[in-house]
């Protein structure tokens, strides 16, 4: 089978209070977005990339890997979600799958394990266990109740769908006005029961300061 992979990447990062979108910012040799992009070129069955960047973004287009025959750049949303649906209209394999831009540390097992998962089940996310105790509070600073633990996972990137189920269930949840923070929460939301492939908890996304000394310790890994 072959995929497309989109990754969002028209977010101006505010928590990171930098000079550029985080993911322009350097690492590694290169820059946060371009680690991202080598792991997805990496692999032989992702026939595309198409990457979502802002409408006055001055960088993507500086960079090496934008003239790569295998990456095509459009135009993001107001959301993450309109800037994923936006990829979408290009899309023209029968699997996608989506992957943050902020998220330079995957590793090529973890890729291809959701790609294999997601192509069996029609549709699954990378997600890892919840280390630490959980508590839902109850609004005034003070614990509700714990949650059960063993329950719970951290959802991550890439999660792999049939491409027209997500077009579909994006567009329809967008349009409801449903809240959605990753694809998997369209798909929930449409009926679906994405599997959970369990991934690497090093496949940070870049939010703080910090996660860019962390990614750089990691990827030396790779
Ligand atoms: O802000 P957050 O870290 O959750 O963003 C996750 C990913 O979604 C980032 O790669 C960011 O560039 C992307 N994004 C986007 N369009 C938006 C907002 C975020 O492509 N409107």
């Known amino acids: 089978a072959t995929y497309t992979a989109i990754v969002p990447a028209a977010g101006i990062g505010s928590r990171m209070a930098a000079d550029r979108p985080k993911q322009y910012l350097p690492l590694a040799g290169s820059t946060v977005l371009e ?17 979502a960047t802002a409408l006055h973004d001055d960088w993507f287009c500086q960079l090496p890997l934008a003239q790569h025959p295998r990456i095509l750049q459009v ?17 023209n394999t029968e699997w996608v799958l989506v992957h943050d831009a902020a998220r330079p540390c995957l590793h090529r097992a973890d890729l291809a394990a959701v790609m294999a998962a997601g192509l069996q089940a029609g549709g699954a996310i990378l ?9 839902r509070g109850d609004g005034q600073g003070a614990i509700a109740t714990s949650v059960a633990r063993d329950e719970l996972w951290h959802a991550l990137t ?13 567009a ?24 959970l492939v369990e991934g690497r908890a090093d496949n940070i996304k870049i939010t703080r300061p910090e996660d860019l000394a962390l990614a750089q310790f990691f990827l030396q890994k790779i």
């Open 35 to 51: 680690q991202t992009l080598s792991c997805l070129l990496a692999n032989p069955a992702i026939a595309r990339i198409i990457v």
């Open 75 to 91: 135009q993001g949303g107001r959301e993450r979600a309109d800037s994923v649906l936006n990829a979408l209209l290009q899309v």
């Open 127 to 135: 997600a890892s266990r919840v280390r630490d105790t959980m508590k």
């Open 158 to 170: 890439p999660q792999c769908f049939a491409t027209a189920t997500l077009r579909q269930a994006l």
């Open 172 to 195: 329809k949840a967008l349009a409801a006005g449903v809240i959605i923070t990753d694809e998997a929460s369209a798909m929930e939301w449409a009926g679906f029961n994405p599997k």
